[in-house]
């Protein structure tokens, strides 16, 4: 059994590699790579192409997607003050066609591909529990560099997994936490700006955050550029530490 994988997964324009060097280490590297203009490949070993890191828990959350039990999964890193969408969904319209997204790059993956991926992340899983867990492994799982922000939606099972919190801009940060008890707070404030999954918010206390729109429990007008009323998870309140 080796103890180091590399795999690539090349298209007409782009390509993913999976690596990871030891099964001792409880994380692997993906990384995405495009033709130039010139039709030649990023070279990854001169610094070309996105790479990113992930733990055991987020391939597992890969894996609940190339099983089919979620539609899509998406995660935010950040590292030495840069921030990285990943994720990965099945087509729309296409449950054949998987798509790998890591920062600007777009990686179209087929039915057959997407299954060696499975297999092999499913392979590397259990190898790395097993050898990257344990009270002999010479490397400490220590992820401090990176803060991640995760959430999850489900197509193929009734239940969805918990929704913690979206992606904020540079200004604003929220820490993750998952909403336990339906405890909310009634505020006001003025929608500045919006994205799919949040609202930046200015208070009347003057605070301007990025709200997860999983948190608003009461109906709102994004177009409205006049205040309302909102009901908010007060956890998410206090946390941005918002006068009430």
């Not at 994988?5 to 590699?17: M, P, R, T, V, Y």
């Not at 060097?21 to 010139?38: G, M, R, T, V, Y």
């Not at 990113?52 to 997607?65: D, P, T, Y």
């Not at 990686?107 to 899983?125: F, N």
Request: some cysteine; hydrophobic content about 35%; charged content about 30%.
């Amino acid at each position: 059994m080796g103890n180091s994988h590399n795999k690539s997964f090349f298209g007409q324009k782009a390509g993913l590699i999976v690596q990871t060097s030891s099964k001792e280490q409880p994380f692997i590297f993906l990384q995405c790579i495009k033709k130039k203009a010139d039709e030649s490949w990023e070279k990854p070993s001169q610094g070309e192409g996105k790479k990113v890191k992930l733990n055991l828990e987020e391939i597992i959350w890969m894996l609940r997607v190339l099983n089919k039990k979620i539609q899509q999964w998406t995660t935010f890193h950040e590292f030495k003050e840069e921030k990285t969408r990943i994720s990965i969904n099945w087509g729309e319209n296409n449950n054949e066609i998987l798509w790998i997204n890591i920062g600007e790059y777009r990686k179209k993956i087929g039915w057959s591909q997407a299954e060696l991926l499975r297999l092999l992340l499913g392979h590397i899983l259990e190898e790395k529990i097993q050898f990257a867990t344990g009270s002999t492994s010479s490397k400490p799982s220590n992820f401090g560099t990176e803060n991640i922000y995760k959430q999850s939606t489900s197509k193929f099972t009734p239940k969805s997994p918990p929704v913690s919190i979206p992606f904020e801009d540079n200004k604003m940060r929220v820490s993750e936490e998952v909403v336990s008890r339906e405890e909310i707070k009634r505020v006001k404030g003025e929608i500045k700006d919006s994205t799919e999954k949040a609202l930046l918010i200015t208070f009347s206390s003057g605070n301007k955050v990025w709200i997860p729109k999983s948190t608003i429990k009461s109906k709102f007008n994004e177009e409205s550029k006049e205040k309302q009323n909102f009901l908010i998870a007060s956890w998410v309140l206090q946390k941005n530490k918002i006068e009430i």
